[in-house]
């Protein structure tokens, strides 16, 4: 079992930067990947970010350029740096761990925000 817990949402302007953290613990030994999903209200939830253990990254369309997904090995931790915040990137924001049978992990989920 992993468990999961998010950190780091809230209220930013449009054009603002917030950074998530999600920290692991548990079988943290068989992860192969880990990323960040998102719920927007009213829309299904969506990948926005994964890293893998090799550390290879992935991102949609709409965040490549803005938001950076990194990790700390020592701290078991993975963030997802957003900048230039949008209205649009409102959502609750959930940390998803991955493990070498495919078992999926879920935090409970943090939220973003982005309003004037």
């Known amino acids: 079992q992993v468990q999961l817990v998010e950190s780091g949402g809230g209220l930013v302007q449009p054009g603002g930067s917030l950074r998530l953290s999600c920290a692991a613990s548990?079988?943290?030994?068989?992860?192969?990947?880990m990323g960040w999903y998102r719920q927007a209200p009213g829309k299904e939830r969506e990948l926005v970010a994964v890293?893998?253990?090799?550390?290879?990254?992935n991102y949609i369309a709409s965040v490549k350029g803005r938001f950076t997904i990194s990790r700390d090995n020592a701290k078991n931790t993975v963030y997802l740096q957003m900048n230039i915040l949008k209205p649009e990137d409102t959502a609750v924001y959930y940390c998803?761990?991955?493990?070498?049978?495919?078992?999926?992990?879920w935090g409970k989920g943090t939220l973003v925000t982005v309003s004037s």
């Open positions: 998803n761990a991955r493990d070498a049978v495919f078992n999926d992990y």
């Open positions: 548990g079988s943290i030994f068989s992860i192969r990947a």
């Open positions: 890293i893998t253990s090799g550390g290879n990254t």
